[in-house]
């Protein structure tokens, strides 16, 4: 089998002869991950599995109309890609919180072939060989942590919520007090979800951001820096959110994010940032927000070898 790589956005996109009926899966990967050379990840798309119709095609959820049949035989092609089974899959049980769970094999098979004896769960942490973390997205934030040192990995789902509650951060310590992860060591990629100029917020979720993520016009330079090479002071000051005039705000999760980890002591070079959007895309990735709900959601794999 031979992977065709395709430049989409600064990410890309691996399209790969799949299986005896030549199903193509398309699927993200990051440079900075692979470099490390101790994981095997992927972020999905829509392409590559046998739901139908809205949830077409690589849907891994049963909460909007899916059969569980389909889905399983996503999550088998998804295991697959990685070499593995769907016995070595674990699972989030995300609420939008910033709990982070320590998985180990005893947890193998969680969320697919067996039931999470836990819940409230937005990030998936270990250091075992061998166990596929997945979590879930349709315009949330997929961050992968991978640290080459202490051979350690985390994978979190982060909305506005995990997103002002620094779920990175969280897990970045969770690493360290269980694997003794250091920010300056780790790689990091924060993959495809909504943009700011899609992304409307109210006023409350808007203070809430401005609570905690004090104005830095160096860091957003630094990040505008990423996609642009002439930067304006209002392109600075409009980097993490702008107010427009019926009261609402467009919000940069992206940027939201880099902050958390540079906040962190993660060095910038060492945080990939996409710029693909899910609701940009629908024909590429579900987006909840691109339609209004009717969607199949996204998946995000990581394990070590």
């Not at 409350?204 to 996609?227: G, P, S």
Request: glycine content about 6%; charged content about 25%; aromatic content about 10%.
């Amino acid at each position: 089998m031979q992977n065709k790589l395709i430049r989409y956005g600064n990410c890309v996109i691996c399209k790969l002869q799949f299986d005896k009926e030549n199903q193509q899966m398309a699927y993200f990967t990051f440079a900075g991950l692979e470099q490390t050379g101790i994981v095997e990840h992927f972020f999905s798309t829509r392409y590559g599995g046998v739901s139908s119709d809205y949830l077409s095609s690589l849907n891994f959820s049963v909460i909007q109309g899916d059969t569980k049949e389909n889905v399983m035989q996503n999550f088998t092609r998804a295991a697959a890609h990685m070499g593995m089974t769907c016995n070595d899959i674990v699972c989030t049980q995300q609420t939008h919180t910033t709990n982070i769970r320590k998985v180990t094999s005893s947890d193998k098979g969680k969320g697919v072939v067996c039931e999470r004896d836990y819940t409230d769960v937005d990030g998936l942490i270990t250091k075992e060989s061998g166990i596929v973390l997945a979590a879930f997205y349709a315009d949330c934030v997929p961050l992968f942590i991978v640290d080459p040192v202490n051979r350690a990995i985390g994978l979190a789902h982060s909305g506005w919520r995990g997103t002002v509650g620094k779920i990175g951060k969280v897990m970045l310590e969770k690493m360290s007090i269980e694997y003794g992860t250091k920010p300056e060591d780790v790689r990091v990629a924060i993959a495809p979800s909504i943009c700011q100029a899609c992304y409307e917020v109210s006023a409350d979720v808007a203070l809430a951001f401005t609570d905690i993520f004090a104005k830095d016009d160096i860091k957003a330079k630094e990040y505008l820096a990423r996609y642009q090479q002439d930067i304006t002071q209002r392109e600075i000051d409009n980097c993490l959110m702008y107010h427009k005039e019926n009261d609402k705000y467009q919000l940069n999760l992206w940027y939201a994010n880099f902050r958390v980890f540079r906040d962190a002591g993660v060095p910038d070079k060492q945080i990939e940032v996409t710029d693909v959007c899910t609701c940009c895309n629908p024909e590429l990735l579900f987006s909840h927000r691109a339609s209004k709900g009717k969607r199949g959601n996204l998946g995000a794999f990581l394990m070590l070898k």
